[in-house]
Every structure is written in structure tokens, then in C-alpha cells.
């Protein structure tokens, strides 16, 4: 009962910035924790930042700490992801990801919801 759409993915040069937007339909949203994974060609998803809905913690993957900014608006039912500075191994496909579980439970296992995902390209 609920779906994720992506917005927000294209093509930038190494070091700028990019935005993206997954905006949640349904009406389970409030019981949510909902983050992004990322895949690259010949490479396994891999887990990028997730937030709950309560709380101020949001977790980051160590390759995208400092760089990258999870927000999440639960008037709107969308969580955003700011990604700065990105480099060439940032390329991705990047997925909206939601699962019925507190923050520390969120894992590439625990997702039951998963968008249909955004294509992040970087130029050098």
C-alpha cells in the first residue's frame, strides 16, 4: 500500500551538486523509516542514508559522510537527499527505500518498499 517515486537524478560534473526526491504515496508514511540505496553497474545495492520518523539521527554510509544530506518532510511525504561534492564512483542508480522498522533495523533486508529508482551520471 505504499509507492515511492524518485525525481531529481542527471548528469553532473565531478564536484557539483544534485538533489533528489522521493515522494511516498499511501498512508503508512508516519510508520515508516525510509532512506536511499544506490547500485552501480557490476556492483552489489549498497546502503547510502536512512532517517525514522521520529528522532533527529540519520545514518550515513561512510563513503558519503560529510558529503551528503538526508532530510524528511512527513507534511509532504518525502524525504530528499542533497549530495555535494560527488565524485565519479557516486554514479549510480539511486533507490528510494522503506521499511517498517525503527532506524537501527534498517537494512538491505528489512526494506519492504523500494522505488523504481533515479540514475545519477558524474562528468569529469
Known amino acids: 500500500q505504499v509507492q515511492l517515486v524518485e525525481s531529481g537524478g542527471g548528469l553532473v560534473q565531478a564536484g557539483g551538486s544534485l538533489t533528489l526526491s522521493c515522494a511516498a504515496s499511501?498512508?503508512?508514511?508516519?510508520?515508516?523509516?525510509v532512506g536511499w540505496f544506490r547500485q552501480a553497474p557490476g556492483k552489489e545495492r549498497q546502503f547510502v542514508a536512512a532517517?525514522?520518523?521520529?528522532?533527529?539521527?540519520?545514518y550515513y554510509a561512510d563513503a558519503v559522510k560529510g558529503r551528503f544530506t538526508l532530510s524528511r518532510d512527513n507534511a509532504k511525504s518525502t524525504v530528499y537527499l542533497r549530495m555535494d561534492s560527488l565524485k565519479a564512483e557516486d554514479a549510480a542508480v539511486y533507490y528510494c527505500?522503506?521499511?517498517?522498522?525503527?532506524?537501527?533495523?534498517?537494512?538491505?533486508?528489512?526494506?519492504?518498499?523500494w522505488g523504481r529508482g533515479t540514475q545519477v551520471s558524474v562528468s569529469s
Open positions: 527505500a522503506a521499511a517498517r522498522v525503527q532506524l537501527n533495523d534498517y537494512n538491505r533486508y528489512s526494506i519492504e518498499f
Open positions: 499511501g498512508h503508512t508514511f508516519r510508520s515508516l523509516t
Open positions: 532517517k525514522g520518523w521520529i528522532g533527529t539521527t540519520i
